[in-house]
């Protein structure tokens, strides 16, 4: 049988849930591999088609989405029409909290999220959906190769009209950061830790300060084209921007908060995921 594979076919930007770190924010480049007879055109599969048809699979079914290992110790679930609840309890006696519509939610049948493991659920039901000279496939999920600082962070953006608007969907970012031309390591390390496993909120958004457990939590929350997202983080994640927290305001927070802490032309550039952000620019001209 013949083989074709598409590297880097498209990168899937999710949030998910872990004993340990809570509410994490993921990117993972996808890579796919068909198995199967040539067709009349002596292909496997139309590259063309491939590009359209699996990236929009993995748009619907994963992109954008909170991942939930529903056999995690205490996860609760609740679906109730139009609306899913999910209560994860964290190793620290945390409680992240989520609401939203269904779809916005990917149940996984799991004590926790794993690549491998994903891209086998995925593999079963993309497999359904393509031609039957098609016998067999494999999904690769993978990080991004980072040689530097990088941090994993959630967020949410309400007047997005796409699935950006999600409360809890994420990405893994890479953070360059220069003093007058110069890239500082010691800054880009400072922050990758400050927002390592971050929820990124505009402060418009918060609409309780809770307590559980002893442990503060913030919960957050907005009605959106999609219908009612909500969700609660321990409020150590969480950090407070003025502004909504699209990639563009994030740099702009970064670079101004440097530029009053530090002298000089301060540059950032601040990814969202892979190979894609923003740049912004604070301080002496």
């Known amino acids: ?25 993921e990117s993972w480049i996808v890579d796919v591999e068909l198995i199967g007879d040539l067709d009349d055109q ?21 992109d954008h989405r909170l991942l939930v290992p529903v056999r995690s110790p205490g996860c609760r679930i609740q679906e109730d029409n139009d609306r899913l609840s999910v209560e994860f309890p964290l190793n620290s006696g945390a409680i992240v909290s989520h609401q939203s519509p269904p779809d916005t939610v990917l149940l996984v049948d799991s004590q926790a999220i794993v690549p491998d493991q994903i891209a086998q659920q995925l593999q079963r039901q993309l497999k359904t959906l393509l031609p039957g000279n098609v016998s067999n496939l494999f ?55 400050r927002l390592a496993d971050s929820y990124i909120a505009t402060k418009s958004h918060v609409v309780e300060e809770l307590d559980c457990n002893g442990i503060p939590h913030t919960r957050l929350a907005y009605t959106a084209q999609q219908g009612e997202f909500a969700v609660s983080v321990p409020s150590s994640q969480v950090l407070l921007i003025p502004y909504v927290s699209t990639v563009e305001n994030i740099a702009r927070y970064l670079a101004e908060t440097i530029a009053q802490q530090q002298s000089g032309q301060v540059t950032v550039r601040a990814f969202e995921g892979v190979e894609k952000g923003a740049v912004a620019e604070a301080g002496s001209d």
Not at 10 to 15: A, L, Q, R
Not at 153 to 177: D, N
């Open 1 to 25: 049988m013949a083989r074709l594979f598409v590297n880097n076919l498209t990168v899937m930007d999710f949030s998910f849930l872990d004993v340990e770190r809570g509410l994490v924010g």
């Open 42 to 62: 002596g292909m496997v599969f139309d590259f063309g088609d491939v590009k359209k048809q699996i990236k929009r699979f993995f748009d619907a079914q994963a």
């Open 139 to 193: 999904i690769g999920l993978r990080p991004e190769k980072i040689d530097g600082p990088y941090y994993h962070y959630t967020h949410g953006l309400q007047q997005h009209l796409g699935q950006c608007q999600r409360i809890a969907h994420g990405h893994r970012s890479r953070i360059e950061i220069y003093i007058d031309d110069e890239r500082s390591q010691q800054l880009e390390q400072h922050w990758a830790s």
